[in-house]
């Protein structure tokens, strides 16, 4: 089992920049795949990318692609997502997630999921 808290979410405006964190504890980091997922005010979360467990392999979602980057520190038990030129329709409450079995795609279970962090960026 492993627990997950999201950080550095917060109000920035149109064209900036943010890094956001997510820090495991309770298990053991390397063995699972992870991902970020958004959520905005009515309407369905989303994939957002998702990163094998060493790293090595990384996937973005089609909206976020040349602008996000997902990566990993497994020294750090820290999971990161880089956001770039960020637009108004950024806006969400952001979660990280943690598959046991490894995965890393959108298709996932995933069985472990942070708190949130909530995104706003203004035009």
């Known amino acids: 089992q492993v627990q997950l808290v999201e950080s550095g979410g917060e109000l920035v405006q149109a064209g900036g920049s943010l890094r956001l964190s997510c820090a495991a504890s309770?298990?053991?980091?390397?063995?699972?795949?992870m991902a970020w997922f958004r959520q905005a005010p009515g309407k369905e979360r989303e994939f957002v990318g998702g990163?094998?467990?060493?790293?090595?392999?990384?996937n973005h979602a089609n909206s976020v692609k040349g602008r996000f980057t997902i990566s990993r520190d497994n020294d750090k038990n820290t999971l990161y997502l880089q956001m770039n030129s960020l637009k108004p329709e950024d806006t969400a409450v952001y979660y990280c997630?943690?598959?046991?079995?490894?995965?890393?795609?959108?298709?996932?279970?995933?069985?472990?999921w942070g708190q949130g962090t909530q995104v706003t960026v203004s035009s």
């Open positions: 309770g298990g053991t980091f390397s063995i699972y795949g």
């Open positions: 990163i094998s467990r060493s790293g090595d392999y990384t």
């Open positions: 997630a943690a598959d046991a079995g490894g995965s890393w795609s959108f298709r996932a279970d995933y069985d472990y």
